[in-house]
């Protein structure tokens, strides 16, 4: 399988504790980004990089939360004193921009579904 | 006002149905445009991209009017398999870089 892949797929954990989420994105894209979706919502952008460089912050990734992609290629998510507000499925997504086109498309992994209790 | 409204439904439309959805987006700035769909409990997948002239894929036919700042979706001769949330999606280029911006969604069940 040659999509984006995440890893963990579910994880439950107890306030208070840190998780860290992998994303390994379709080969060759350059950009990778971070989303979250709570039940009945889209999803909401939280970060994106370009290569190993984070070019974007979202006003939602409070100081618990941090991500990297050191090499350019795998991203990690990792949230600090979970609390039951960040129970949400959270999505990776990796493009190739610019491509063939000028339009970032982006795809989705399957997303990590994070449940705090 | 939301970046991104969508009726959320949901619509129920039997098989064979003609459904439209509708979006308005708020930032004019708006720079691509784009439908993906979500089933239950599993990631967004790209649907179709919008264009200013429209463009059809199939049963699905996506338009933009720019002036109005409103998107839209047909889908025609409905099937069971299109049951799922409908997402319209903007990206705009400024404080949140070139992100997704995305709707609620609208959510189609197509019943037999």
């Known amino acids: 399988d040659t999509g984006v892949s995440q890893n963990p797929r579910h994880k439950i954990t107890k306030r208070g504790q840190n998780v860290t989420f992998r994303c390994d994105p379709i080969s060759e894209h350059n950009r990778l980004y971070w989303y979250r979706q709570t039940l009945g919502q889209g999803p909401e952008f939280l970060t994106y990089?370009?290569?190993?460089?984070?070019?974007?912050k979202s006003r939602l990734l409070s100081d618990r939360f941090s991500a990297e992609r050191p090499k350019g290629s795998f991203s990690t998510l990792e949230i600090q004193r979970t609390e039951q507000g960040d129970s949400a499925m959270y999505l990776c997504?990796?493009?190739?921009?610019?491509?063939?086109?000028?339009?970032?498309?982006?795809?989705f992994g399957p997303g990590t579904r994070l449940t705090v209790l | 006002r939301k970046e991104v409204e969508q009726d959320p439904g949901p619509f129920n439309v039997p098989e064979g149905a003609t459904v439209a959805f509708n979006c308005t987006y708020s930032n004019s700035a708006s720079q691509s445009f784009f439908w993906y769909r979500q089933d239950c409990r599993k990631e967004p997948k790209l649907l179709m991209s919008?264009?200013?002239s429209g463009n059809e894929d199939g049963r699905f036919t996506a338009q933009l009017n720019r002036a109005s700042q409103y998107i839209s979706l047909l889908i025609r001769d409905s099937k069971l398999s299109d049951s799922a949330t409908y997402l319209c999606v903007v990206t705009i280029v400024g404080e949140a870089g070139t992100a997704l911006i995305f709707g609620k969604g609208t959510t189609l069940s197509v019943s037999s």
């Open positions: 997504a990796s493009s190739l921009f610019p491509g063939q086109s000028l339009v970032d498309t982006q795809y």
């Open positions: 919008v264009y200013s």
């Open positions: 990089f370009q290569n190993e460089a984070q070019l974007e």
